[in-house]
């Protein structure tokens, strides 16, 4: 079977017991899914974030060279900017890349809208895995409602 093929199970010949199985497989699946695009929401915020930021420098037509710099997250002192037209980019593991506004705009606008693709790819999965366990939910109870009505009858 190659990659491209996806396997497929007839729920109607699983046994209770395995389509609990199957439901519970899938619902952590779910929850490390939903858990993935919470953080990957968090990603695209931050590079709006920074995104807003190079833009609202960008459109300072006085050229302030003064800034507030957070200590933490409540803590700001002054400060002045040496070039006041470059940022460094974090460009990830920890590796800072001098940029001209204009250079880091393009930058995070490019990884905002990366993440935005890669949340809506995501979004469809755990759509498609949400319908799967309802799917299994529904045949299931099917089943343990006949199982229910051979035993009475």
Do not use: W
Not at 28 to 48: C, P, V, Y
Not at 58 to 70: E, H, I, Y
Not at 125 to 149: D, F, P
């Amino acid at each position: 079977m190659s990659s491209d093929q996806k396997e497929t199970i007839n729920l109607d010949t699983l046994e209770p017991q395995q389509l609990a199985q199957v439901k519970k497989q899938l619902e952590e699946e779910l929850d490390h899914l939903t858990t993935s695009f919470a953080q990957l929401h968090g990603a695209q915020n931050k590079f709006k974030d920074c995104l807003r930021c190079i833009q609202n420098r960008a459109a300072d037509s006085q050229g302030s060279k003064s800034v507030l710099v957070p200590l933490t997250n409540s803590l700001y002192v002054s400060g002045e900017l040496t070039s006041p037209d470059t940022v460094l980019v974090d460009v990830g593991t920890g590796f800072m890349i001098e940029k001209k506004l204009k250079s880091a705009e393009k930058f995070y606008d490019t990884k905002v809208k990366e993440v935005g693709n890669n949340l809506k790819e995501l979004e469809a999965i755990v759509q498609r895995k949400q319908m799967n366990v309802r799917t299994i939910e529904e045949v299931l109870r099917n089943k343990i409602m006949a199982s229910q009505a051979e035993g009475q009858s």
